[in-house]
């Protein structure tokens, strides 16, 4: 599966922001889908996930309340987040993945910037 992000950008605090994820191929219902984000110096953190089925979602704490991962099997293989109440610690490269079994895909990021 290939994997596009899109969505991001620059907004000031409070914000809203909604990232997209577009996945190629058919088998888009069969990869439990996620979130993952990486600020300038630190790790790459976990920020959200999504079932297969879309019927099951976790959120890191940071996020909670404030973000919503959603996906779309039926009609365009998209997963989206919902960013709202968006904070500057929130400022990262954003990164959609997708895993089945063993295996572990990535997008290539988009930069969303938060000021204060």
């Known amino acids: 599966v290939q994997l596009q992000a899109s969505g991001g950008g620059l907004v000031q605090a409070g914000g809203s922001l909604r990232l997209s994820c577009a996945a190629s191929?058919?088998?888009?219902?069969?990869?439990?889908m996620g979130w993952f984000r990486q600020a300038p110096g630190k790790e790459r953190e976990f920020v959200a996930a999504?079932?297969?089925?879309?019927?099951?979602?976790?959120y890191a704490d940071s996020v909670k309340g404030r973000f919503t991962i959603s996906r779309d099997n039926a009609k365009n293989n998209m997963m989206h987040l919902h960013m709202n109440s968006l904070k500057p610690e929130d400022t990262a490269v954003y990164y959609c993945n997708a895993v089945i079994a063993f295996a572990t895909y990535w997008g290539q990021g988009t930069q969303v910037t938060v000021s204060s």
């Open positions: 999504i079932s297969r089925s879309g019927g099951s979602t976790s």
């Open positions: 191929g058919r088998t888009f219902s069969m990869y439990d």
